[in-house]
């Protein structure tokens, strides 16, 4: 299962972080990458990371400059640092890990499980 966190209702301009656990597996090994489904849109890849950490993370360019992705493969956990958030960020954001190397078209290959919410009010 995946166990996230971190979500929430924010004004414009406010700072979150979501977080993500694995449990009964692991992702070593595995890029992950944070998903997100804002209504009425198709699923996107947010941000992706390498399977240790190292080498160019992925970000979104609407996002770029704004989130952070880290990890922490002991924990089984992923992070995601946001802020200067905006409207349009809001959408249910997931975590998930795919084989290769971090990149746009990532796909998940465990269980989504149920997203954290994020919603951003201007």
């Known amino acids: 299962d995946l166990v996230y966190s971190g979500g929430g209702s924010v004004q414009a301009g406010g700072s979150l972080r979501l977080s993500c656990v694995a449990s009964?597996?692991?992702?070593?090994?595995?890029?992950m990458a944070w998903f997100r489904r804002a209504p009425g849109k198709q699923l996107e890849v947010v941000a992706a990371i390498s399977w240790n950490g190292t080498g160019r993370a992925y970000y979104l360019d609407s996002v770029k400059d704004r989130v952070t992705i880290s990890r922490d493969n002991a924990k089984n956990s992923m992070y995601l640092q946001m802020k200067s958030l905006k409207p349009e960020d809001t959408a249910v954001y997931y975590c998930?890990?795919?084989?290769?190397?971090?990149?746009?078209?990532?796909?998940?290959?465990?269980?989504w499980g149920q997203g954290t919410q994020v919603t951003v009010s201007s």
């Open positions: 009964g597996h692991t992702f070593s090994g595995y890029s």
């Open positions: 998930n890990a795919d084989t290769g190397p971090p990149r746009p078209t990532m796909v998940g290959r465990f269980y």
